[in-house]
């Protein structure tokens, strides 16, 4: 599974629109710098790609640390229940800080992996990201941060109800996904 993190803020995602010859389209929107932070982690099996992917969603008001991330993933541990994960991210602070490595070795059904540095490219939640942002928060002035939110949740039903949109995320970064092999 590969895990990524973005942000959401009242200020509109501003794209290209169509609208009639002669006039513009205007955004009018307060300007207001409330953010809220998402996180998303597509789950892909390794040993049975018959059972499609997986794609775990969490949504805050305030920015990821530490402890927020170690709560999400205690909330992965029981979405996956019993099985083995191995989570690949990047190399955010608190991806890899002490509290973090120390909760990480009890944990005896997580692996964690890190992504090289400066390559977001190998990350299918990027792809997640852009998708969203240029669909459902596309130009959206909302008044209120839930606003926003029910709009990228919006963006998060779309992606689960397409079963081969999430494998088409991961075909985009080139990487392929190959189950252990036994050797005798």
């Known amino acids: 599974m590969f895990f990524d993190e973005s942000d959401v803020s009242l200020l509109p995602q ?3 629109t169509y609208a009639p010859r002669g006039r513009t389209p205007l955004l009018r929107h307060r300007l207001n710098w409330k953010r809220a932070s998402m996180a998303a982690a597509p789950g892909y099996h390794a040993t049975d790609s018959g059972r499609g992917a997986r794609l775990c969603f969490h949504l805050q008001p305030a920015t990821y640390d530490t402890t927020t991330l170690i709560a999400v993933l205690e ?3 029981s979405f996956y ?3 083995s994960v191995v989570l690949v991210w990047d190399g955010l602070a608190a991806h890899w800080s002490r509290a973090m490595r120390a909760w990480v070795e009890g944990q005896d059904w997580l692996t964690l992996e890190r992504l090289p540095a400066y390559a977001p490219e190998l990350n299918p939640v990027e792809l997640l990201w852009s998708s969203i942002k240029k669909r ?3 130009n959206l ?3 209120h941060l839930a606003d926003v939110a ?3 949740e919006r963006g998060i039903h779309r992606v689960c109800q397409d079963g081969q949109l999430p494998w088409s995320y991961l075909t ?3 990487l392929h996904i190959h189950p252990a092999t036994t050797h005798n």
């Open 75 to 77: 909330q992965l541990k």
């Open 172 to 174: 985009h970064t080139g």
């Open 141 to 143: 002035a909302g008044d």
């Open 14 to 16: 501003v794209r290209r």
């Open 150 to 152: 029910d709009a990228a």
């Open 81 to 83: 229940a019993g099985e």
């Open 136 to 138: 459902e928060l596309a």
